[in-house]
């Protein structure tokens, strides 16, 4: 902190600490060292050549010392606190039927037993894929349902479901006599459609493919479904939406299946890998066979 902010009154701040007492720890560590770390003057504080060769190794331990204390904490979450499960918003809805309705007293059972009494079984956390992925690499969420995950080599994934996209269309647009639809006919319409930095990867992939079609859309973003079918009968787009929507009736829109097998949703159970044993490996086998029909039923 000290290096990066090249000052010891600026470290002091973020770090929340008097600029003495900071002062007095890098000298004392510099006396155990026997080695000068930094060079002072009146106009500024940089590292020494020692100094610039120390610093990765000591950031490196650090990052290996709140590693250890996260996963500390998530055992701990594991063992006494809520399965913490998160989901996007763009899981089917018949998965959090699913998720809400499991009797997860035979799981419980089989946790540590705490002094403390337990706090409630299951917290469900909606939040974008990305910040999923964040959350179960680091320890907050111990199993998360996503749209197309990250690749990431940390991440034990296992796929759940597999939904096709509809379109919400307008009750007087022309494409709305029409049974089905297909990529190219939402040419040069709007487009409502997620903004991409709910999921880089899964927007991206879709607008490509919409894109080798031939077909430019103007896409406008969109961060809920029941938003954009609203903005939809009013007439000023369509929206591109996973097919459950077509329950959320609304007057003034209609919903048609769009025949590209490509657009599809995946959803994904994932776990950070190297915590898969124990008590998580039991959760996430637990759910797994309770949401084996699921992909049936979606598909």
């Known amino acids: 902190m000290i290096a990066e902010e090249g000052s010891f009154s600026r470290a002091a701040r973020k770090l929340r600490t008097s600029q003495s007492s900071l002062t007095r720890r890098i000298t004392e560590l510099e006396k155990t060292l026997r080695l000068k770390l930094f060079e002072r003057s009146t106009r500024k504080l940089e590292l020494t050549g020692v100094g610039r060769i120390v610093l990765p190794e000591i950031q490196l331990a650090l990052r290996h010392s709140e590693r250890a204390w996260e996963l ?25 039927r699913k998720l809400h309705d499991l009797d997860f007293s035979e799981l419980e059972a089989q946790r ?18 990305p910040e999923l992925v964040e959350g179960v690499l680091r320890g ?3 199993v998360a349902f996503g749209v197309h995950p990250s690749e ?20 007087n647009h022309k494409l709305a006599r029409r049974p089905s639809i297909s990529a190219r006919d939402v040419h040069g319409e ?16 879709i607008v490509e493919y919409i894109e080798s079609t031939g077909a430019e859309p103007v896409y406008q973003e969109v961060r809920s479904a029941t938003h954009a079918i609203e903005i939809v009968s009013h007439g000023f787009g369509l929206a591109l939406l996973p097919s459950a929507a077509a329950r959320l009736s609304h007057a003034g829109v209609v919903f048609r ?12 159970m994932f776990a950070r890998r190297e915590r898969l044993r124990g008590n998580l490996q039991d959760l996430t086998l637990f759910l797994a066979s309770r949401l084996q029909g699921l ?4 598909q």
Request: aromatic share 12%; proline share 10%; with cysteine.
């Open 72 to 96: 500390a904490r998530y055992w701990g979450r594991l063992q006494r606190g809520p399965i913490r499960i998160g989901y996007s918003s763009y899981v089917n809805g018949a998965l959090l």
């Open 112 to 129: 540590t037993v705490s002094e403390e009494p337990p706090q409630p079984r299951l917290v469900l956390e909606s939040r974008p894929t």
């Open 140 to 142: 907050k969420i111990h």
């Open 152 to 171: 990431d080599q940390e991440l034990w994934v296992e796929a759940v479901a597999r939904e096709p996209f509809c379109l919400c269309i307008p009750k």
């Open 190 to 205: 709007f487009l409502f459609w997620i903004p991409r930095d709910m999921n880089p990867a899964f927007y991206d992939s």
């Open 257 to 268: 299946p769009i025949t590209d097998r490509f657009l599809q949703i995946e959803t994904s």
């Open 295 to 298: 992909k049936q039923t979606i």
